[in-house]
């Protein structure tokens, strides 16, 4: 994600810049990066390599633009904090490592690989700080744990919220950036994930960790990280999942943060009280008002005579018959068809019609 946006802000190039993903394979120092996708994508655009998670498209992005100039990239990096801890309110917060030019654990690969996430070292919470920023149009938010202390209802200390970017790029850069969240999980490694009646932007990750340490160390990691609703951003959430299964070869975020991020986000957004605001509430409707007039008509009868409830919704026949003291039963649904007993006829408190539905 960062490499997208120092690439949109930095004037670079735009989401448009077509790629050659060149078979799914492409080498940097006889190194090779690969694509997950084998035979690669084609040649596509750097918006469609970002939601597919070409790992050939971002690296020659990066390296093409950032080669002769590596420093303005990693103080882009820096310029959000990751370089040192947030300074959350926990201890033990874990340290990130983001490598810097001009030290000597810096080297002709380092660039093209930070480029697909390897050789940096972030925390889940500075990943979401990041996300959180772009759902928060820009400003970058230190996370609190704790907002306030009391005792009994006395308030001994607060904690405001503390800046840590007012603004982290420009509004161009972030409504692009915005625009690709949410293809990702409208059609990108995310599109199993979405759907029409609930909106979420984010992107997926699956990581090789202690790759360097010899196959037999080796593990996925696997994370969803984003916000939602994608239109009007609310909550943001990461998912990091560690040695996921891989004997069915369904370790990717995709695959096992993804699903696990919708399900929480359902369940917060839909358990969360409705504080939307209806207007034109008290505006008449003339085809309700007809209706209760019939209903008011038919209640205000002869109590003792069983009024004609044909054509009538059942939920406004059952109540009708019941406040006049009848038993319902009712078959189907929809309107009234068919009553047991005849409109007009005496019937005696607790008696049992029957009504039809259709």
């Known amino acids: 994600m960062l490499d997208l946006i120092a690439l949109l802000d930095d004037k670079k190039v735009d989401t448009s810049k077509v790629y050659n993903t060149n078979g799914g394979i492409i080498t940097i120092r006889n190194r090779k990066v690969k694509d997950s996708h084998d035979g690669g994508y084609g040649s596509i655009s750097l918006a469609r390599g970002f939601e597919v998670s070409s790992n050939t498209v971002l690296v020659q992005a990066v390296q093409e633009n950032y080669k002769n100039n590596p420093k303005q990239f990693t103080d882009r990096l820096n310029s959000y904090g990751l370089n040192k801890p947030i300074g959350i309110q926990l201890l033990g917060e874990a340290k990130s490592y983001i490598p810097q030019p001009g030290t000597d654990k810096w080297n002709a690969l380092s660039l093209p690989w930070m480029a697909y996430g390897y050789g940096v070292s972030m925390t889940p919470l500075q990943t979401l700080t990041i996300y959180n920023g772009i759902?928060?149009?820009?400003?970058?938010?230190?996370?609190?744990?704790?907002?306030?202390?009391?005792?009994?209802?006395?308030?001994?200390?607060?904690?405001?919220?503390?800046v840590i970017n007012e603004k982290m790029c420009s509004d161009e850069t972030l409504a692009?950036?915005?625009?690709?969240?949410?293809?990702?999980?409208?059609?990108?490694?995310?599109?199993?994930?979405?759907?029409?009646?609930?909106?979420?932007?984010?992107?997926?990750?699956?990581?090789?960790?202690?790759?360097?340490?010899?196959?037999?160390?080796?593990?996925?990691?696997?994370?969803?990280?984003?916000?939602?609703?994608?239109?009007?951003?609310?909550?943001?959430?990461?998912?990091?999942?560690?040695k996921p299964n891989t004997?069915?070869?369904?370790?990717?975020?995709?695959d096992v943060a993804g699903p696990v991020f919708k399900r929480i986000a359902q369940k917060i957004f839909t358990d969360v009280p409705n504080t939307n605001k209806f207007k034109g509430i008290k505006l008449k409707n003339a085809k309700q008002d007809v209706l209760y007039a019939e209903y008011e008509k038919k209640s205000q009868g002869n109590t003792n005579k069983v009024p004609n409830v044909k054509g009538m919704a059942g939920m406004d026949a059952v109540s009708l018959l019941e406040n006049l003291g009848l038993k319902v039963k009712f078959i189907g649904v929809g309107k009234?068809?068919?009553?047991?007993?005849?409109?007009?006829?005496?019937?005696?408190?607790?008696?049992?019609?029957?009504?039809?539905?259709?």
């Not at 938010?141 to 704790?146: A, D, E, M, Q, R």
């Not at 005792?151 to 904690?159: D, G, S």
């Not at 995310?190 to 593990?219: C, H, I, P, R, W």
Request: net charge positive.
């Open 176 to 242: 692009k950036v915005k625009a690709v969240l949410a293809n990702v999980v409208k059609k990108g490694t995310g599109s199993k994930l979405y759907s029409s009646d609930f909106s979420m932007a984010g992107k997926t990750g699956t990581a090789q960790v202690n790759y360097s340490k010899g196959k037999e160390n080796m593990y996925y990691a696997s994370s969803f990280v984003g916000y939602f609703p994608a239109d009007n951003p609310k909550y943001s959430c990461i998912i990091v999942v560690h």
């Open 135 to 162: 759902a928060n149009n820009g400003k970058m938010i230190k996370p609190i744990f704790v907002k306030e202390i009391k005792e009994w209802n006395k308030t001994i200390k607060k904690y405001e919220a503390e």
């Open 336 to 358: 009234v068809k068919k009553q047991s007993i005849n409109p007009g006829e005496i019937f005696k408190k607790n008696q049992t019609i029957i009504i039809e539905l259709s």
């Open 247 to 254: 004997s069915l070869n369904n370790y990717y975020g995709a």
